[in-house]
């Protein structure tokens, strides 16, 4: 009899990934997303149930006999709702309400950084916006102005001089552009260097590091424009050494999992640290609490080894490090999104050339905001969709990728197009 899997939060893009590969595990006989939307159901089968309705979810799971359940979006694990789902008796892969803090509150995760003394930027916090418009006036630009709690990737806003910061300080914490987000902000030194994203597999005491991956966060090529949830990746990265991979082990991932055990909050799931690689050596600018997207979706590429046996391990404190295998290629996601985003965009605009893009070699469509209504498929959120290829070389995985995008079309579809092509950091790595 083989396994059953519920991915919960299951609309984006790395819903869609998670579940896809799930799929593709010999172990695992149906996968469940979540609601889902226009993509999932090729994987799996879509479940009308939302993400906040947790008595039908675990009603849901005890009556379909589900052996893990797999949380995927940060709100939903701030929330606690591994929490409940783990006193309900269900396997479930994610951590604690108590452990996401470190990433439901920049606040928090600045604390546990200073204790554990792992590298970052300095700063300060504030929960009033006059004494953070003093302190900024006092200080060197540019400068980072950030929401202490979750906004969607987008509560970060760098500063380059101090009417710049006043208008951030006063949009987060007066005009609450952020929602509760915003009631506590913090305003730190300005990093520069090149970004590298680590994602780890912990099941509270054993960890295995994945390769390392490059998010490309701002809306236009060449990193113009207002900062979104991702518009693409790409991994591994060929100039991070061994050396600095230690490095980043032994100062970033270590002391943050040893700071959650040591609150009583050990972490189940995948911790997600954001490092900036500076001249000075690696430097973390956030921790997240579960899969980062857009790099799930290469990561499911990449991964040669069960993803069910892997995810299930971390859920039930049995994780063998040495069992995570990758492949030696290299992965590119290309996010598709809609015309104005990410600010306002128009929905339920057609999608056309899906299937023309699928039978290229080494393509997966991986449908963010999608949805089937009639028989066709339409937008239904800001990114769209992630194009992911797979090559031996990194060169030959953005060609198939960009050759792929260029099968699917939707009124205002915008895409960046040099996802994967940045220029390899002097000095560093």
């Avoid at 396997?91 to 509150?105: N, R, V, Y």
């Avoid at 099941?203 to 990193?223: C, E, L």
Wanted: proline residues 4%; hydrophobic residues 35%; charged residues 25%.
């Amino acid at each position: 009899m083989g396994k059953k899997v519920i991915v919960i939060g299951g609309t984006g893009g790395r819903e869609h990934a998670l579940a896809w590969k799930l799929s593709r595990s010999s172990q695992v006989e149906k996968v469940y997303i979540a609601p889902g939307n226009g993509g999932t159901g090729e994987v799996g089968e879509n479940v009308d149930i939302q993400p906040n309705e947790t008595d039908k979810l675990i009603d849901f799971c005890k009556t379909h006999s589900v052996d893990l359940a797999v949380i995927g979006p940060d709100d939903l694990l701030a929330s606690g709702l591994a929490d409940k789902f783990k006193q309900a008796g269900l396997a479930t892969f994610g951590p604690s309400k108590k452990a996401a803090q470190i990433e439901a509150s920049k606040a928090f995760a600045k604390d546990l950084m200073k204790k554990k003394k792992i590298p970052t930027s300095s700063y300060e916090t504030f929960t009033d916006a006059n004494k953070a418009a003093g302190y900024a006036k006092k200080q060197n630009y540019p400068l980072v102005v950030k929401a202490s709690g979750l906004a969607l990737g987008k509560g970060v806003i760098i500063c380059q001089n101090f009417d710049e910061a006043e208008k951030a300080i006063e949009l987060i914490m007066l005009k609450k552009a952020f929602k509760s987000a915003g009631e506590t902000i913090i305003i730190e030194e300005f990093l520069t260097g090149s970004e590298v994203s680590f994602h780890v597999l912990s099941d509270g005491k054993n960890y295995a590091i994945f390769p390392t991956s490059q998010d490309h966060k701002q809306v236009f090529d060449g990193d113009k424009g207002p900062n979104t949830g991702g518009m693409g990746a790409f991994g591994p990265i060929s100039w991070v050494s061994d050396a600095l991979k230690d490095e980043v082990d032994e100062t970033v991932i270590k002391p943050a999992l040893e700071g959650l055990a040591e609150a009583g909050s050990p972490f189940y799931g995948c911790l997600y640290p954001g490092l900036m690689i500076t001249p000075q050596g690696p430097k973390t600018l956030e921790y997240n609490a579960r899969f980062g997207d857009p790099e799930t979706e290469i990561y499911v590429r990449l991964l040669d080894s069960d993803l069910f046996e892997l995810l299930y391990a971390c859920a039930t404190g049995n994780l063998k490090p040495d069992t995570v295998k990758w492949k030696l290629g290299y992965a590119v996601t290309v996010v598709l999104a809609s015309g104005g985003y990410p600010g306002d965009y128009q929905k339920n605009i057609e999608i056309t050339g899906v299937k023309n893009a699928q039978q290229i070699e080494n393509i997966e469509l991986f449908h963010a905001g999608t949805k089937l209504q009639n028989g066709k498929l339409l937008t239904s959120g800001g990114r769209v969709m992630n194009v992911t290829a797979y090559g031996d070389t990194l060169e030959e995985a953005i060609s198939k990728a960009y050759g792929a995008v260029n099968q699917i079309h939707f009124e205002g579809m915008h895409y960046r197009k040099d996802i994967g092509k940045r220029e390899t950091p002097k000095g560093i790595g």
